[in-house]
């Protein structure tokens, strides 16, 4: 089995090869193909791997290239882990938005949307080459903004491409774990658009567990996705919304926190990234330590700004272990290659599942996995204000792949003015000619 991993040079490839490591079964991947633009960046990350594979036997085999065709021929599975304009340009996405007092996110708002643009047309570009050279290998898609991105491939992959995200895995092992349940028991009812959905249920032995933890203003504050929305608003709304619905429902806090930080997300990983790459370049340097301290201080200053605008804290220890998207990289893939059915919520193409929907929007949903892929589960339908959501953002992602598509400035406009979080055309042209300016990847817009 070969895995191309795309992206290759990127900080969180250590954890996907550390589940690799640990999986003995029948049909693992024996073939990792690292590519990335950046050959030292992919040297520094095959060091940190090196260093995980000492010592284990039939540890799958490390190639890296800087050659996309090359790492994508005959390949099984692809995993698409890229970063378009690297975290300089998250930084620009960042900084833009909130200089015009709008939300600057990776994956949310105005700076989800210009990272959309910037992403599109080369997850596009790598969609044609994957159905070209290998034309039956899986896409598991990781690039962020993840569901727009995997809508755009799916245009020319079809169901070969799943996206995936840790966020609606993490929102449910911690609520079972709040609950006392065993999370790998638990079926989470949750649905939406990638980094807005909704937690509706969480079913243990054919038990919703939910309302117990809705009616308890204890339980619900005792763990820190509860904490960042309150339990008066949880218990209004009577569901568990994603962190990222954090921006939405309490936009203008969560904007003034990030027009307050001393840098914004993007700055600070840009800089804790650029140290460790520096670090880990030296020949001598112990790789996989530098690496585990990074990823700790990366995770303890998570969505910090969130947190301190809802008055938080400090992360506990508990809240710390994310969903593990490695976790579920690996859990797709098995059921994928072995035909071993698994419940896993991925972002595929709604089919019938939200009937607000048409078929080919990609949404985020509970599937059942097996050799013939990922298939959406039957779900409770949204709440009103939920699908308005839903529909309001799934219309934005559309004029973003329609720019991305024809290079025009006015559906450019359009995109980022029909946003919920965008609040004047006004301020959606000058986003624009911000965006344009500082972003050489969305030359594109206007010249076509
Ligand atoms: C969550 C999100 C991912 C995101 C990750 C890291 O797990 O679901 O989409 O990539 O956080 O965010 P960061 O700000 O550390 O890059
Ligand atoms: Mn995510």
Avoid at 192 to 207: S, V, Y
Wanted: include cysteine.
């Amino acid at each position: 089995m070969k895995l191309a991993i795309l992206g290759g040079g990127g900080f969180r490839v250590p954890l996907v090869y550390g589940a690799l490591l640990g999986d003995r079964a029948e049909g693992r991947v024996t073939d990792v193909v690292l590519h990335d633009l950046d050959a030292d960046r992919l040297g520094a990350i095959a060091r940190v791997l090196a260093e995980q594979a000492a010592g284990i036997a039939d540890a799958p085999t490390v190639t890296a290239t800087t050659d996309l065709d090359e790492a994508l021929r005959g390949a099984d599975f692809v995993f698409s882990a890229i970063r378009v304009g690297g975290l300089e340009g998250r930084a620009a996405d960042e900084r833009v938005a909130l200089a015009e007092g709008v939300l600057g996110q990776e994956t949310v708002g105005a700076g989800g949307i210009a990272y959309g643009l910037r992403t599109v047309p080369v997850a596009v570009d790598i969609a044609r080459r994957v159905a070209r050279l290998a034309p039956d290998a899986w896409v598991i898609n990781f690039t962020n903004p993840a569901g727009l991105v995997t809508e755009a491939m799916s245009r020319h992959l079809g169901d070969h491409v799943i996206g995936i995200c840790d966020s609606p895995v993490g929102l449910g092992r911690r609520v079972a774990q709040v609950l006392g349940g065993d999370p790998d028991e638990a079926f989470i009812d949750y649905v939406g658009l990638n980094h807005l959905g909704w937690l509706r249920g969480l079913h243990i032995r054919g038990r919703d567990e939910l309302p117990r933890l809705l009616a308890d203003p204890g339980l619900l504050l005792s763990f820190e996705q509860g904490r960042l929305f309150g339990a008066d608003w949880l218990q209004s709304l009577g569901a568990i919304p994603n962190e990222y619905l954090h921006y939405y429902y309490f936009n203008r806090d969560t904007v003034r926190a990030y027009q307050q930080a001393e840098r914004t997300r993007g700055a600070f990983l840009h800089d804790q990234q650029a140290r460790f790459y520096d670090e880990v370049r030296h020949p001598g340097t112990a790789a996989l330590p530098a690496w585990r301290d990074t990823l700790a201080e990366r995770e303890a200053a998570y969505m910090a700004e969130n947190r301190e605008a809802a008055g938080v804290g400090e992360r506990a220890e508990e809240d710390l272990e994310s969903g593990g998207y490695e976790k579920v990289a690996l859990a797709l893939m098995r059921a994928i290659a072995r035909d071993e059915r698994a419940t896993l919520i991925l972002n595929v193409r709604n089919g019938t599942t939200l009937a607000a929907l048409d078929a080919d929007a990609v949404i985020e949903v509970p599937c059942s996995v097996d050799a013939n892929g990922a298939h959406p589960m039957a779900v409770a339908p949204l709440p009103g204000h939920a699908t308005g959501l839903v529909c309001a953002v799934k219309a934005v992602e559309r004029e973003v792949l329609a720019a991305a598509d024809s290079g025009s400035l006015a559906t450019a406009v359009k995109a980022f003015a029909l946003h919920p979080l965008v609040d004047s055309v006004t301020v959606a042209r000058r986003l624009v000619e911000g965006y344009r300016e500082v972003h050489p990847g969305l030359a594109y817009l206007g010249r076509r």
